[in-house]
Nanobody, 125 residues
Framework: QVQLVEPGGGLVQAGGSLRLSCAAS????????VAWFRQAPGKEREIVAA????????YYADSVKGRFSISRDNAKNTVLLQMNSLKSEDKDVYYC??????????????????WGQGTQVTVSS
């Protein structure tokens, strides 16, 4: 079992930056492919970024490519999401996720086994 905890989130002005973290306990997070999803009220959860076990491969949704960066801090058993040039449409609840079964990533949220509790990101214009 892996427990994922996401402290932080927060309020930032459009054009600003925010870094989300997701700390794992129970097992070593580097054993799993990980991803960040986001979800707006009434909408499906959508993938934002993903990172392979080795961190060799990363994936970004077109909407965040060039602005967001996913990385791991293995010493802290943590996955990070650096968000730059934030836009009002980035306002969502963000979730980190890890999968027991995936080899790489999937945009299907049901493919992920473990989830953080979610953290709110608000972007003011």
């Amino acid at each position: 079992q892996v427990q994922l905890v996401e402290p932080g989130g927060g309020l930032v002005q459009a054009g600003g930056s925010l870094r989300l973290s997701c700390a794992a306990s129970g097992r070593t997070l580097s054993s799993y492919p990980v991803a960040w999803f986001r979800q707006a009220p009434g909408k499906e959860r959508e993938i934002v970024a993903a990172c392979s076990r080795s961190s060799f491969s990363t994936y970004y949704a077109d909407s965040v490519k060039g602005r967001f960066s996913i990385s791991r801090d293995n010493a802290k058993n943590t996955v990070l999401l650096q968000m730059n040039s934030l836009k009002s449409e980035d306002k969502d609840v963000y979730y980190c996720a890890a999968s027991e079964y995936l080899i790489w990533y999937s945009s299907d949220s049901t493919s992920y086994t473990y989830w953080g509790q979610g953290t709110q990101v608000t972007v003011s214009s």
